[in-house]
């Protein structure tokens, strides 16, 4: 009744209601917080009663989906709790660490090889994160439907272990941390605008242990490489487009991004050797 992305949907809600009760005298409205994860983990359970007695295309389409819409307002949500746990940021840890590995801190090291052409271009891979979540879904639903649970499920995974890392490590990003350290705002032409006007009103404070942009941008990539070869090369060029924009445009710390990687790999291999059977 249940498939793989359903159980650690539910995980992931059950996490979140222990963290909220534990932590409740710190969380205002708690109960409505335990109240709505507990009404979506039902509707999973009724989702798969639904999905076995009454198939039909409609059903079909938000079993597939539903962890991909839910993933926004799962990350909003994750505002919320940020704080609750650990009152500040361990920024300072991140750097210290960076630091004693390369001896400088590489997101003020790119500093000197900055220029709008090159802020142009890794502004505009980091800003194709989007591409990644939006697109691959529906080619897959469209075109390649074997793959589409593994897609999903893969993704579904790295964004809830990610959100559950900034509740327990948040991490601000060096443009916070780093701000009084860097000597210019980066300078490009068009797409430098776009994405910062994007992180204004997306980005989370706190959210950037370890990267999720890089945790499914990898995990899409090597998914997509099993069943889209041919595509493959352009979705692995992005990636890492997407993972050095991400150091150099100041989101994310070298470690966020590496840790990131590794869960986007983790993820995918699971989901192969899940739905590989």
């Not at 999905?51 to 938000?62: D, G, L, M, W």
């Not at 900055?114 to 271009?121: F, H, K, Q, S």
């Not at 994310?252 to 990687?261: L, R």
């Not at 790999?265 to 739905?275: E, G, Q, R, S, T």
Request: net charge positive.
């Amino acid at each position: 009744m249940l498939r793989p992305v359903d159980i650690i949907t539910i995980y992931y809600l059950l996490s979140l209601n222990f963290i909220t009760l534990l932590f409740r005298p710190f969380l205002p409205h708690w109960y409505l917080y335990f109240f709505a994860h507990f009404m979506f983990t039902i509707f999973i359970f009724l989702l798969g009663i639904i999905r076995k007695r009454y198939p039909n295309k409609v059903v079909e389409f938000v079993s597939y989906f539903y962890p991909w819409f839910s993933t926004p307002q799962l990350y909003e949500e994750t505002r919320t709790y940020l704080h609750v746990i650990f009152p500040g940021f361990f920024d300072h840890l991140v750097q210290k660490w960076e630091f004693s590995l390369f001896g400088v801190l590489p997101n003020i090291y790119l500093e000197k090889f900055a220029c709008p052409w090159l802020t142009e271009i890794l502004s505009f891979g980091y800003i194709s994160y989007y591409l990644f979540f939006l697109i691959p879904p529906f080619v897959f639903y469209f075109c390649k439907r074997d793959g589409l649970e593994e897609l999903i499920f893969s993704m579904a995974l790295v964004y809830y272990i990610s959100f559950l890392g900034f509740i327990l490590f948040p991490v601000a990003s060096p443009r916070f941390a780093l701000a009084g350290q860097f000597k210019a705002p980066l300078q490009g032409y068009l797409i430098p605008k776009i994405q910062a006007q994007l992180m204004e009103t997306f980005a989370l404070r706190g959210g950037a242990m370890p990267s999720s942009h890089v945790a499914m941008a990898v995990a899409s990539t090597l998914v997509t490489k099993r069943y889209f070869r041919r595509i493959y090369p352009i979705m692995l060029i992005l990636a890492i487009l997407i993972m050095l924009g991400a150091i150099y445009g100041r989101y994310h710390y070298v470690t966020d991004v590496v840790i990131g990687a590794i869960l986007g790999i983790i993820a995918a291999k699971i989901a192969h050797l899940i739905y590989k059977k």
